[in-house]
């Protein structure tokens, strides 16, 4: 027979170890680049942008637009990354608190 009560605390576990996991998410860090490595851009677990570096030889009114392109890409790569620590972070949290409910998809819970 289906446990409600065990089921309503499994929730309320999973939900506590959710919030722990989301507060250690600022610690987490990821950096993309573009350009060989012209451009770097850092991010965190909060899907901020913290820190941005490029070389100098970007600094030149004709590379203005070249240098926005890489901007662009560095800090997409940095965010793909970011999700996926980020991802690997709440399942690791959750690993186990969770049923495996067919056709149920959790993966998207935390993005």
């Known amino acids: 027979m289906f446990d409600l009560m065990g089921m309503m605390g499994k929730v309320k576990e999973a939900q ?29 677990g909060e899907r901020k942008v913290m820190k941005i570096t490029m070389d100098e030889s970007l600094l030149t009114p004709n590379d203005k637009e070249m240098l926005s392109d890489l901007i662009v890409a560095a800090t997409n790569k940095a965010m793909e990354e970011i999700e996926q620590k980020i991802k ?22 935390f993005g």
Do not use: H, Y
Not at 22 to 27: D, E, G, H, M, T
Not at 88 to 99: D, L, N, Q, R
């Open 88 to 109: 690997a972070e709440m399942k690791s949290a959750t690993e186990g608190m969770i049923p495996n409910i067919p056709g149920m998809d959790f993966g998207n819970m």
């Open 16 to 44: 506590a170890k959710i919030k722990e996991a989301q507060a250690k998410l600022v610690f987490l860090q990821a950096e993309g680049e573009a350009g060989a490595g012209l451009v770097k851009v850092q991010v965190n």
